[in-house]
């Protein structure tokens, strides 16, 4: 009898072990694992679907805002999303004389806070439909949501759907997206 109970001891603390998921190891984004104990800019950094977002946090000081305590909410636009811009428009955003301007947009695409996207679909139920967020250049984000679908538009009525959700980092949390949202 000890002996069954012994053997059933060892059975629950091995199976228990092999059950038990591991710690949040981070969510990939463009075959790179972005880790929670990383900060935005770390995590944007690393990912190559980002590389272009990435390239214009460096050339501003926005990329070290987002290496700050936070929380922040970034939608980040792949790279795919900044190549539906006109032609010309990064390498344009990215000349000096138009670091204001591209500090701008930059500055669209964060909100102050950590919005998961369970919080985004909470607010827009709670709000009929819609939810407005201001981003940190202190103009509105509009939100809709079908069933798993997030869609966030800017005051033109350019829009982008979240691809990739709730990617946590260490001072916040990233969302992905399909488009690259502006400023008037």
């Given at each position: 009898m000890k002996k069954l109970a012994g053997l059933g001891l060892i059975l629950v603390c091995i199976s228990g072990s092999a059950?038990?998921?591991p710690k949040d190891q981070g969510?990939?984004?463009g075959g790179v694992m972005m880790l929670p104990k990383k900060t935005i800019t770390e995590n944007a950094m690393a990912s190559p679907v980002l590389h272009t977002l990435s390239q214009n946090l460096s050339s501003t000081d926005v990329d070290a805002s987002l290496t700050d305590k936070g929380p922040f909410t970034v939608f980040a636009p792949t790279d795919d999303a900044f190549s539906k811009l006109p032609a010309g428009t990064n390498a344009y955003l990215l000349r000096d004389a138009n670091e204001a301007e591209l500090k701008r947009v930059l500055n669209?695409?964060?909100v102050p806070g950590k919005?998961?996207?369970s919080k985004l679909k909470k607010m827009v139920k709670k709000g009929k439909g819609t939810a407005t967020l201001i981003s940190v250049e202190g103009e509105p984000i509009t939100v809709k949501?079908?069933?798993d679908v997030i869609t966030l538009s800017d005051s033109k009525g350019d829009s982008a759907v979240i691809l990739t959700a709730d990617v946590k980092q260490k001072?916040?949390?990233l969302h992905v997206v399909d488009g690259v949202l502006t400023p008037n």
């Amino acid at each position: 009898m000890k002996k069954l109970a012994g053997l059933g001891l060892i059975l629950v603390c091995i199976s228990g072990s092999a059950l038990t998921p591991p710690k949040d190891q981070g969510t990939e984004v463009g075959g790179v694992m972005m880790l929670p104990k990383k900060t935005i800019t770390e995590n944007a950094m690393a990912s190559p679907v980002l590389h272009t977002l990435s390239q214009n946090l460096s050339s501003t000081d926005v990329d070290a805002s987002l290496t700050d305590k936070g929380p922040f909410t970034v939608f980040a636009p792949t790279d795919d999303a900044f190549s539906k811009l006109p032609a010309g428009t990064n390498a344009y955003l990215l000349r000096d004389a138009n670091e204001a301007e591209l500090k701008r947009v930059l500055n669209y695409m964060v909100v102050p806070g950590k919005i998961t996207s369970s919080k985004l679909k909470k607010m827009v139920k709670k709000g009929k439909g819609t939810a407005t967020l201001i981003s940190v250049e202190g103009e509105p984000i509009t939100v809709k949501a079908a069933g798993d679908v997030i869609t966030l538009s800017d005051s033109k009525g350019d829009s982008a759907v979240i691809l990739t959700a709730d990617v946590k980092q260490k001072n916040g949390v990233l969302h992905v997206v399909d488009g690259v949202l502006t400023p008037n």
